[in-house]
């Protein structure tokens, strides 16, 4: 049975990868969930798997060298795969250095542990080992002109603190890979949205504001553009070039799905209005009057668009699930899990977002 370390596995898109493999493998892999549970990790988005058999969690810190170089050595780990990190851009911007040290140092010792269980005598790594870097679309810095892409092939020019510590980690995997020829991917994404995001993010935030008739942030002139993909079809993709993907590459992933922070936002109120049932007292606070223009996020990248031409002509990867079907699901899912908000939402994140926004 294959073993897969996961790190990260109880924040967004770790909690979603780890669920999606279950789903796709059930009892046929054994996945280890390593998290050290900040503000953004938490175990109830994975209830649900908890108890199995073949799931275990390990409350550790990736810069832990002495706690993750244990998992190796208790554990056959196969495949790794590496979603932890402080991920939050406007956090990066307040405080910079817990990025530097989760993002860099972390990935520097989940690589030395990893390559110190899989290196064999002869400096060769042992059949079917592969680690896999999930990074961002945003080490390659903001697109200013229509028509621009980001390639596999686009020089790193990285902008915030964090995409700065993405980039830097991107390095130190690719570093080891051409010295060491370490067993490794990289994947590129650009922003996700789904269930269990946290609301520090555009998407879950405004969802959140608007049933509550809270104003709704929106930064700069609002025409900052993102490209959209949803949650599960990321962790199809890690999958997916974890299986079919050829060592030492990156791979691109992303949506096909530009839209304008102003658009989401308009999207979001309209399905609401159209979600919420005439009874629900909710309905009544959700409007486009509540859109609010406040100031900018400094160095604020305007565009992201990636081209994900290369993941999808050597390994069949594409986005299958359209927007408009995404979005609603998202709502869906934040309507059926009010208190699932109320704990994320209860504690520390009011401080934030007092300290953030007012
Ligand atoms: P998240 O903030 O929701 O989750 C991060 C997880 O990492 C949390 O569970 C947290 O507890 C854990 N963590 C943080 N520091 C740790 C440490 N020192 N040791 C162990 N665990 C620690 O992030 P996310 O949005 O799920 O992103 C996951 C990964 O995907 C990140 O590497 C991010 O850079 C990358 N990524 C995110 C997006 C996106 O749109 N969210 C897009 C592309 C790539
Ligand atoms: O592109 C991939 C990246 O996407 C990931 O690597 C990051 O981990 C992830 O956080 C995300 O970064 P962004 O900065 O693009 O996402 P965020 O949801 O913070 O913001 C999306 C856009 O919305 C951005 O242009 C800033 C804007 N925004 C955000 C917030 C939180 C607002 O206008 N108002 C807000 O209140």
């Given at each position: 049975m294959r073993t897969y370390l996961v790190t990260?596995?109880?924040?967004f898109i770790g909690s979603n990868y780890i669920q999606y493999m279950f789903r796709k493998y059930d009892n046929t892999i054994r996945i280890i969930n390593v998290d050290a549970l900040t503000y953004a990790g938490n175990l109830e988005n994975l209830k649900e798997i908890a108890n199995r058999e073949n799931y275990t969690f390990i409350k550790a810190d990736i810069t832990d060298k002495a706690a993750i170089q244990k998992i190796f050595e208790e554990n056959d780990i196969d495949r790794v795969v590496h979603f932890a990190a402080e991920s939050h851009v406007d956090r990066s911007i307040r405080n910079p250095e817990i990025f530097v040290q989760t993002n860099v140092l972390g990935t520097a010792v989940l690589l030395n542990c990893a390559k110190a269980a899989w290196e064999q005598e002869d400096g060769s790594f042992k059949e079917g080992k592969r680690f896999l870097h999930v990074s961002t679309d945003e080490v390659y810095g903001s697109l200013e002109k229509e028509g621009e892409y980001f390639y596999e092939t686009t020089p790193y020019a990285p902008r915030s603190p964090y995409s700065a510590s993405k980039a830097s980690s991107d390095m130190l995997v690719k570093a080891y890979m051409d010295t060491y020829r370490f067993p490794a991917n990289i994947t590129n994404c650009s922003n996700n949205y789904g269930p269990?995001?946290?609301?520090?993010?555009l998407i879950p935030l405004i969802i959140n504001n608007a049933l509550q008739g809270k104003k709704l942030p929106v930064y700069g002139d609002g025409k900052n553009v993102r490209d959209w993909l949803y949650v599960e079809d990321h962790a199809k993709a890690i999958d997916m070039v974890q299986e079919k993907g050829r060592l030492f590459e990156t791979y691109n992933v992303g949506g096909h799905n530009e839209k304008q922070n102003i658009e989401i936002v308009t999207i979001i109120i309209e399905t609401l209005q159209e979600q919420?049932?005439?009874?629900?007292?909710r309905k009544a606070l959700v409007s486009k009057d509540l859109i609010t223009y406040v100031e900018d996020r400094k160095g604020h990248d305007r565009r992201y668009a990636i081209a994900p031409d290369k993941i999808k002509a050597e390994?069949?990867?594409?986005?299958?699930?359209?927007f408009k079907d995404g979005i609603r699901q998202t709502i869906q899912w934040y309507f059926e899990h009010e208190d699932w908000m109320k704990n994320v939402t209860s504690g520390d994140y009011q401080k934030y977002y007092e300290e953030m926004y007012e």
């Open positions: 990260g596995g109880a924040g269990y995001q946290f609301p520090e993010k919420l049932s005439d009874t629900d007292p390994i069949g990867w594409e986005p299958e699930t359209m």
